[in-house]
């Protein structure tokens, strides 16, 4: 039997951050806020190719957008 989330996600699937998006994640895009965090520091949202360009502009609005890239690349270092 799989685990999953109180919201019905199985652990481990990699599911969008755009709100009420269920899809599953292609694109990892990797930020920080200068204010907050040191520069090393990445946070990262998830995106499908549905919400990728939305969350980038977003984040890049801010400045804190630092890359993108395939969510297959993501490191433990990550987030």
Do not use: Y
Request: charged share 30%; hydrophobic share 30%; net charge negative.
């Amino acid at each position: 039997m799989t685990e999953s989330h109180p919201d019905g996600t199985p652990d481990g699937e990699l599911i969008c951050s755009s709100k009420g998006c269920r899809a599953t994640a292609a694109w990892a895009l990797r930020w920080n806020n200068p204010k907050i965090h040191t520069p090393e520091r990445r946070k990262v949202w998830l995106a499908c190719d549905d919400h990728r360009d939305q969350l980038s502009r977003f984040l890049d609005r801010r400045d804190f957008l630092r890359d993108v890239i395939p969510v297959g690349d993501l490191s433990p270092s990550d987030g």
